[in-house]
């Protein structure tokens, strides 16, 4: 008597009842499930660096704009201080030149 069964893969296996082409048919099926499962976890894995990736360029691209603001921020600082410098340099050379004036008066 002869029988045939299909894995869930597809593959036909022809069974005459014998233990051990039974034993070897249930590994299919047992390797074939295996497969089926790692199969699906690659795929989770896959899918989950993809979302790492999106969130780590999008991360970065958040961390640039900030940086790229800190230093327009740091730019308009240094060139308010650099105005004040000079500020207070020509206020500096006006106060002198007024005491030296006072001087050779006096």
Do not use: C, H, W
């Not at 008597?1 to 069974?15: A, E, M, R, Y």
């Not at 099926?29 to 979302?51: F, G, W």
């Not at 969130?55 to 600082?77: K, N």
Request: glycine share 6%; charged share 30%.
């Amino acid at each position: 008597f002869v029988s045939s069964q299909q894995t869930p893969q597809g593959v036909t296996v022809n069974t005459s009842g014998d233990s051990r082409l039974d034993y070897l048919v249930d590994r299919l099926y047992s390797l074939e499930n295996r497969i089926s499962r790692a199969e699906d976890s690659l795929r989770a894995s896959r899918d989950e660096v993809k979302t790492g990736r999106a969130e780590t360029a999008s991360d970065l691209r958040s961390l640039s704009e900030l940086v790229q603001s800190g230093q327009s921020r740091a730019e308009e600082g240094r060139k308010a201080v650099e105005g004040s410098v000079s500020a207070l340099s020509a206020e500096i050379r006006e106060v002198r030149q007024q005491a030296q004036e006072g001087v050779a008066l006096a």
